[in-house]
């Protein structure tokens, strides 16, 4: 056009803002760009001028032109464009105002920590407004000496405050991207964004819990109000235990602001107990030496840096055999917590799993602290469905050898089971709460106590307690059970030594007895005497010739007057 040539018609003449206000057809410079930076202008050259126009309609509908200057702009305190600054005006529809679009963009550079920043900044503008924003120029990746250097961008030292400790110190990160609004009349940065990456690592937990390998991406918004101000975003990084990568995560949202850390397995990854005792334990917990290989393809870590606090759940379904084929638990899992006090730690945790015997599961846990007998001591119970006494001795019996069943308790069925043993020593206790329907009163609870003596060989020991308990009265017995083996004949024998708080009377104590053992029409009228019950003792022996033979001896107080006290002698066979 002719006003062009007129503005090139000599390489040497000085282009003023006039002549660019007349090529954008009366557009002003700050249409373009915030007054602020239009006022300080100086130097112009015009780099090129391109347009799209339709002969026929004589419509413009893309104007755009590049302009250098030779001064700077200090956009905010913490940012200011070095002079040298390339302007791109552009007019979009320039002709029809309804939908007419302008266009401002400007290529400078910044320091930050002494590094050049290259940045783009753009404004669009419309009839709702306009926005301002500053970014790090497409295919740059730029490198500064600390993460800090870029976070001091959104906030002073009080912001840094909010932030974990370590986290603004990373040092040597690599920005790829790079976004920072702002508001140019008022010389404020409102909002900052970006992605990095860097090799380097953050100390979380000093001596502990070390992340590296970082990716982050976060938008600070609202950095003028600290009331306000969000960071919300990701960071992913990795944790090493031994040569096994664990995933890290910090997912902030607005509903979520805190810094908490998750880590877990990669997929198709696996981390054995071992791994895991030689990098987190410090030594404050052993491993049982036959612990065996436990792989945990199932791991969760959370951490809180600000409280320096470290939990660590994992689960694996590699078996422990703990007799060969016979006795095997699995499904183990490990919860184990960290916390500091000052330069101090406790680990604290437990083990957990399951066993299974006569098709019921039961529900293990061991504390990880505690190695008694330099082994772990599980415990675990459960209620279960009615299980036939019997139907538990034999399962124990192809476990541990014979375990030969009390006469006396023959017949009942386990209404709950549990048991405790240790995995270095072997030694089993089941404890079992056994009831006969028949008996609804009657509550028996039995401890059959197995001891590891050699590789193979384990001895049974049964002992136990009674409860006869109705709507008025409560009987307790303790129960000890002797087997002997005289000429090829074996004798199982049960003494049951009874203890009360509130002891019953002579007459309320026959009665109970013999209308459980049936025999309540034949007592004699003489025996309804309301005597102290003091000391009593059931004997049950049977041998495999002949029936249950019982045997009662009871002892009661009588008191006829003051110092008149009189002891009564009951046997019963």
Known sequence: ???????????????????????????????????????????????????????????????????????????????????????????????????????????????????????????????????????????????????????????????????????????????????????????????????????????????????????????????????????????????????????????????????????????????????????????????????????????????????????????????????????????IGVAFARTQTGTDSTITGQVASTLTICGVDLTLKASLNDTKNSGWQFSGSTGTQPIPIGTLIKELAGIFGDVPLPSVLTGLSVYNLAVDFNTTSKDFTFHCVLKDTALPHLTVDVDIIITHKTKTEYQTEFKGTALYKTDTKEMEFVLDFVEVVADKDKASTTIATYKAVSPPTLSELVQAVSKGLGFESALPGALNIDAALTELKLQLVKTDKDPLKIEAAGVFELTFGPGDVWELYLSYT
């Open 1 to 331: 056009s002719s006003a062009a040539s007129d503005v090139y018609k000599r390489q040497d003449q000085k282009v003023t803002a006039n002549d660019i206000v007349y090529l954008l057809g009366g557009a002003t410079l700050d249409g373009f760009f915030p007054k602020v930076l239009t006022d300080a202008l100086d130097g112009f050259s015009l780099n090129g001028v391109e347009t799209i126009f339709d002969t026929q309609q004589k419509t413009v509908t893309y104007f755009t032109t590049g302009v250098s200057v030779t001064n700077g702009w200090p956009i905010a305190p913490k940012v200011s464009l070095k002079p040298g600054l390339q302007l791109g005006l552009t007019l979009v529809n320039p002709t029809d105002k309804a939908n007419r679009v302008t266009i401002g963009s400007l290529a400078a550079t910044f320091d930050i920590a002494g590094v050049a920043i290259p940045i783009l900044a753009g404004a669009t503008a419309t009839s709702d407004g306009s926005t301002w924003t500053l970014g790090l120029q497409p295919g740059k990746t730029v490198t500064l000496p600390s993460f800090s250097d870029l976070l001091e961008l959104a906030g002073g030292t009080e912001f840094m405050a909010t932030l974990p400790a370590g986290l603004s110190d990373i040092p040597k990160i690599e920005i790829d991207t790079l976004s920072v609004a702002f508001e140019p009349a008022k010389k404020e940065l409102t909002q900052l964004s970006f992605a990095l990456q860097t090799a380097s690592s953050w100390p979380v937990i000093e001596n502990y819990f070390t992340i590296q390998q970082f990716q982050i991406a976060f938008d600070i918004t609202d950095l003028t109000d600290p009331t306000k101000r969000l960071i919300l975003g990701d960071l992913y990084a990795v944790f090493l235990v031994g040569s096994v990568a664990l995933m890290c995560e910090i997912q902030k949202t607005a509903e979520k602001p805190d810094w908490t850390i998750t880590a877990g397995l990669a997929p198709g990854t696996v981390l054995n107990l071992t791994q895991v005792a030689a990098k987190l334990f410090e030594d404050k917990v052993t491993l049982p030496d036959d612990v065996p290989q436990i792989s945990f393809d199932v791991l969760s870590i959370t951490v809180v840096p600000e409280k320096k606090s470290f939990d660590f759940k994992a689960g694996s379904n590699s078996p422990w055999k703990l007799i060969g084929d016979k006795l095997v638990i699995d499904k």
